[in-house]
């Protein structure tokens, strides 16, 4: 708006007094012009002119260097001789694209076992990762499932509350807390849930997952997540 307005002015004003003065000259004739009182409103403020205003024939001319320091711009030259006046914005007005910056992500929190954490909506606290190759269907059970020859279970156990509904069902998951795990440099993203334990809006339960790996392998770290808006929660280093 401002910007606008100083380019109408500019255009209306070329040839007209810089400061104050009761006389306009524009060679070879010289005018009679009216000193008048007018109240400069710039943006919803009033504005104090220290030059009275100028009427000649019905128009009214404004001193251009007020005028111009009240929309935050300035006269950068005035040339004489080809009657040009030239008025400079601050790069604050200039108009930019707005562009929709999207807020930095919150560092993943540092892990420790045993430790509870909460951030925002989610509490989390890692109780243990066991390795075995064997896993009971049920508590001291003797069936269930044998890791193929070569490879063992790693099974990570945490207790995890979220006081959040999910979109597209009615709880959430153990899997959907986990993201990634660091395995002998590799990033592994399966896992499975073999109990099935499923969270209601601000239930704590302690939930398990498994991942299968190599035997002489063991899992450097891991990365949890929040299921909620689908951030990283944090990790943990072994």
């Given at each position: 708006?401002?910007?606008?307005f100083?380019k109408?002015?500019?255009?209306?004003?070329?040839?007209?007094?810089?400061g104050?003065?009761?006389?306009?000259?524009?060679?070879p004739?010289?005018v009679?012009?009216?000193?008048?009182?007018?109240?400069?409103?710039?943006?919803?403020e009033?504005?104090?002119?220290?030059?009275?205003?100028?009427v000649?024939?019905?128009?009214?001319?404004?001193?251009v260097?007020?005028?111009?320091?009240?929309?935050?711009?300035?006269?950068?030259?005035?040339?004489n001789?080809s009657?040009k006046?030239?008025?400079k914005?601050?790069?604050?007005?200039?108009?930019?694209?707005?562009?929709n910056v999207?807020?930095?992500?919150p560092?993943?929190?540092?892990?420790?076992?045993?430790?509870?954490?909460?951030?925002?909506?989610?509490?989390l606290?890692i109780?243990?990762?066991?390795?075995?190759?064997?896993i009971?269907?049920?508590s001291?059970?003797t069936?269930?499932?044998?890791?193929?020859?070569?490879?063992?279970?790693?099974?990570?156990?945490?207790?995890?509350?979220?006081?959040?509904?999910?979109?597209?069902?009615?709880?959430?998951?153990?899997?959907?807390?986990?993201?990634?795990?660091?395995?002998?440099?590799k990033?592994?993203?399966?896992?499975?849930?073999?109990?099935h334990?499923?969270?209601?809006?601000?239930?704590?339960k302690?939930?398990?997952?498994?991942?299968?790996?190599p035997?002489?392998?063991?899992?450097?770290?891991?990365?949890?997540?929040?299921?909620?808006?689908?951030?990283?929660?944090g990790?943990?280093?072994?």
């Amino acid at each position: 708006m401002k910007k606008s307005f100083v380019k109408t002015v500019a255009t209306l004003i070329v040839g007209m007094m810089i400061g104050s003065a009761t006389v306009v000259a524009a060679a070879p004739d010289t005018v009679q012009a009216v000193l008048s009182k007018f109240k400069i409103i710039v943006d919803g403020e009033q504005q104090t002119l220290k030059s009275d205003p100028l009427v000649y024939k019905g128009t009214t001319y404004l001193p251009v260097r007020e005028i111009a320091s009240m929309l935050d711009a300035e006269v950068s030259s005035v040339d004489n001789k080809s009657k040009k006046i030239e008025l400079k914005t601050n790069k604050s007005q200039t108009p930019t694209t707005q562009k929709n910056v999207q807020p930095e992500p919150p560092k993943p929190l540092k892990l420790k076992l045993n430790e509870t954490v909460t951030r925002n909506d989610m509490t989390l606290t890692i109780k243990g990762v066991n390795y075995t190759d064997f896993i009971p269907y049920a508590s001291e059970a003797t069936s269930g499932m044998i890791a193929e020859k070569g490879n063992k279970f790693a099974l990570i156990q945490f207790e995890a509350t979220l006081k959040a509904d999910p979109k597209d069902r009615s709880s959430w998951g153990a899997l959907d807390f986990f993201d990634h795990a660091m395995i002998g440099g590799k990033k592994i993203s399966a896992a499975s849930s073999y109990d099935h334990i499923n969270l209601l809006n601000g239930e704590t339960k302690t939930v398990q997952i498994l991942i299968t790996l190599p035997e002489n392998t063991s899992i450097t770290s891991i990365t949890f997540r929040n299921p909620s808006d689908n951030s990283i929660f944090g990790s943990i280093t072994l």
